[in-house]
């Protein structure tokens, strides 16, 4: 069982980019809960059982509110875990690499594609940068972006920030080629 001290929702539109309308208005979503870091200050061999019986769980708790509080068709979709001083790296990784977590968010947006991820410690405050992809091809290069989100009390030192971030468009403006569109031997 998980404990939770918060939840975290944040919604941003982009109406404007570069002086030019953004249409349709760009949507970011983020859900993330800030819980008790599950495994002690010391070494643990196993993460892999205790990340298996919260998966679904932590899943549930922030990946349909996530694509609720888009309020639109979810098109791209990403997943992080902030993991506060006391743990370590492989502790987010542990609990966002996991189809019990994945699964309930893929399945809340309608994806198929596996969702792109970012984990690292920080202090209180820290941003952690949440890469997004198209949820039915992650070779959708208007999907291709990245989200940043911080919040001024998280990650203390024993907890663990795990996020869903979702949007209902590709970057403001996007105007690359597809893959595969590019001229032979163009860089």
Avoid at 3 to 26: F, S, Y
Avoid at 34 to 60: C, H, K, M, R
Avoid at 63 to 85: M, Q
Avoid at 154 to 161: G, H, K, N, Q
Wanted: negative net charge; contains cysteine; glycine residues 10%.
């Amino acid at each position: 069982m998980i404990r939770v001290r918060k939840i975290v929702r944040h919604l941003e539109e982009t109406w404007l980019e570069n002086g030019q309308d953004v249409q349709p208005r760009h949507r970011v979503a983020f859900v993330g809960v800030v819980i008790e870091n599950p495994y002690p200050s010391t070494y643990v061999q196993d993460l892999v059982t205790l990340a298996d019986e919260l998966g679904e769980e932590i899943g549930s708790l922030i990946g349909p509110a996530c694509v609720e509080l888009l309020g639109d068709e979810v098109e791209a979709f990403g997943k992080a875990a902030l993991v506060g001083i006391d743990g370590e790296v492989e502790h987010g990784s542990a609990l966002i690499h996991n189809l019990r977590f994945g699964n309930v968010f893929r399945k809340a947006a309608g994806g198929t594609e596996l969702l792109p991820a970012a984990e690292k410690v920080g202090l209180p405050g820290s941003p952690i940068d949440i890469p997004l992809k198209h949820k039915l091809d992650s070779k959708t290069r208007s999907h291709h972006q990245t989200v940043t989100l911080q919040v001024a009390d998280v990650p203390r030192p024993r907890e663990i920030f795990v996020i869903c971030a979702a949007s209902n468009a590709g970057r403001p403006l996007a105007r690359l080629a597809s893959f595969g569109a590019e001229v032979k031997g163009a860089s």
